[in-house]
Nanobody, 119 residues
Framework: QVQLVESGGGLVQPGGSLRLSCAAS????????MNWLRQAPGKGLEWVSS????????YYADSVKGRFTISRDDNKNTLYLQMHSLKPEDTAVYYC????????????RGQGTQVTVSS
């Protein structure tokens, strides 16, 4: 079955950087769009970024554009999110999710990794 395991979260000061990883298994990773979603405390699930199969097309939410970079390594079945210039409002649980970004609520996703941006 689909398994997505996120890692790389933690506590970082404003302006800092983190790189999240998502190890995928149970499906043909290279054939699928992949995504990063996040959920801040007390808020709903939010789409962050998507990358197509092959990695040639990427999309970003306006709130992270220019600061975050999504990438994938199909040889390692791994999805990444490089985050720079982090802000307190980026604090959330970050999830990787499988599939085209049509309905984020129904996408298979992992257990999430906590990112906390605070001084």
């Amino acid at each position: 079955q689909v398994q997505l395991v996120e890692s790389g979260g933690g506590l970082v000061q404003p302006g800092g950087s983190l790189r999240l990883s998502c190890a995928a298994s149970g499906f043909s990773f290279s054939d699928y769009w992949m995504n990063w979603l996040r959920q801040a405390p007390g808020k709903g699930l939010e789409w962050v970024s998507s990358i197509n199969s092959g990695g040639g097309t990427t999309y970003y939410a306006d709130s992270v554009k220019g600061r975050f970079t999504i990438s994938r390594d199909d040889n390692k079945n791994t999805l990444y999110l490089q985050m720079h210039s982090l802000k307190p409002e980026d604090t959330a649980v970050y999830y990787c999710a499988k599939g085209p970004p049509h309905n984020i609520a129904t996408m298979p996703r992992g257990q999430g990794t906590q990112v906390t941006v605070s001084s």
